[in-house]
């Protein structure tokens, strides 16, 4: 559902095909997405801080574990937001596959605001993660960008990633990262 001109505490409900009524509660999504940028693994890479690059068309390579999730990647740094000056938020949106190692098979994908891995791990054993789920397009010209649903977060806040494939060990997922940034 969208509402449009809504504020902040504004949210649609349908009661029929022709009324449209507003209630206070929280919204999910009420921005317009204006800001939007595609990052890349940073050529200077330094995990926690330098870790993605706008300007970059490496990819992100992210390796899964044994049967389980891989390491954490570092995917924005504290010194990779903001991308323009001037913005203070940004949420990750997106992520574009662009390679793999096996194809055909589901690979889970877990993202995570966290200062550093431990710090992760915390997040992660508290259930704040966003996890999502793809099967990598046999054809690269089937792929299509893989949504997230992410809660903005300060600029300057570390981005880190993390694949897991079931049954598999030390599979490969080659991504870029899709942001979108915030003034307010």
Known sequence: MVVINGKRGDIGIIQDETTLT????????LHHHNYEYWIGLSGSYNSGVDCGNRTSMAPFVATSGNDDYGAWLCILGTGDTPVSAGNTLFDPHRILFVDSSIRSEIFRVQTVAA??????????????????????????????PLELLSIRRTAGVPLWLRIWVD??????????????????
């Open 22 to 29: 507003l209630t206070d509660t929280t919204i999910l999504d």
């Open 115 to 144: 200062a550093d891995t431990s710090a992760a791990d915390v997040e992660e054993a508290a259930e704040r993660v966003v996890e999502s789920m793809i099967i990598p397009a046999t054809n690269q010209v089937d792929g299509v």
């Open 167 to 184: 049954g598999q060990d030390a599979k490969t997922y080659s991504f870029f990262l899709g942001i979108h940034e915030y003034t307010v």
